[in-house]
């Protein structure tokens, strides 16, 4: 039993579901919520993120037997294939009904922002609209924490856009060290069609337009922090390409780069204050 339990932990991509869902509830802390709405958004998100990772790990399980994956629960026999898809679909059906908590309309953009993300692992993950399902479920993350606020407040324009942006750039950067093993076992989402280049400028182009986004969006002039934020995110960029060109971990330098870059553009998310 502690077997199972530790591989569906390790299977549920931990680093990346914690890290979302510590994101969404500084969020929802920012944005107004109180004590127990931060919680139900927290619970809510981390649901979400728990349904998006065990099913990544269950659909790719033929594929990342094909590569050697020995870091995959489900490859190595620690979790087995029926036991992942239950789990998968109990993490799902929680989604909306801890999403309630905020109002129906709060429910059905967490819910958008799942199936999304459940679209992504199949089938458009090998489509040249890969990028789709993360602007889609990264700008419904914050339109989510806002609606879930008492009254159900439209959420702003400029927090979406922002979101949408960082989900997108952060795909591209996702999918850049393992683009030699995705091209072994047939994944050819957008990324793999633009190559290491395109992605690592579209990635980098991306993530600039969500950092201007997070510091022009909101009321009044921008602050030196922000603008400070903006030069980070023109500036980082250039200076990891710059450093990876004499190194062989090109795509690593890179990555890392915009890694930075992604990192800045969550802390001006989480440090947005109030929106309504």
């Not at 022009?216 to 980070?232: E, K, Q, T």
């Not at 500036?235 to 450093?243: L, N």
Request: net charge positive.
């Amino acid at each position: 039993m502690s077997t199972r339990v530790l591989g569906l932990v390790r299977a549920s991509h931990p680093e990346p579901a914690a890290a979302v869902t510590v994101v969404a509830a500084l969020l929802a802390a920012g944005a107004g919520h109180s004590a127990s709405g931060v919680a139900a958004v927290a619970l809510t998100v981390l649901a979400s993120q728990l349904a998006v990772g065990w099913s990544n790990d269950l659909i790719d399980a033929e594929r990342d037997a094909a590569v050697g994956r020995t870091d995959k629960p489900v490859t190595t026999g620690e979790v087995a294939r029926p036991a992942l898809a239950r789990a998968t679909a109990v993490a799902a059906v929680a989604v909306p009904v801890l999403a309630l908590a905020g109002g129906p309309a709060a429910a059905a953009c967490a819910t958008l922002g799942l199936v999304s993300a459940l679209l992504y692992n199949r089938p458009l993950k090998s489509t040249p609209v890969s990028v789709l399902p993360y602007a889609v479920s990264f700008g419904a993350l914050p339109a989510f924490v806002v609606l879930a606020l008492p009254g159900s407040p439209a959420p702003p324009a400029w927090l979406v856009a922002a979101a949408a942006l960082l989900g997108a750039g952060a795909h591209f950067a996702n999918v850049l060290p393992d683009l030699a093993d995705d091209a072994r076992t047939g994944v050819r989402g957008l990324p793999h069609r633009l190559g290491p280049v395109g992605s690592r400028l579209a990635a980098a182009g991306l993530l600039l337009a969500a950092t201007v986004a997070l510091v022009l969006g909101p009321p009044g002039p921008p602050s030196w922090a922000g603008l400070s934020a903006v030069a980070a995110a023109v500036a980082v960029p250039a200076v990891g390409w710059y450093a990876g060109r004499a190194t062989a971990g090109r795509s690593a330098t890179a990555f890392r780069a915009v890694l930075v870059v992604a990192l800045i553009d969550v802390v001006l998310l989480v440090t947005s204050g109030r929106v309504v």
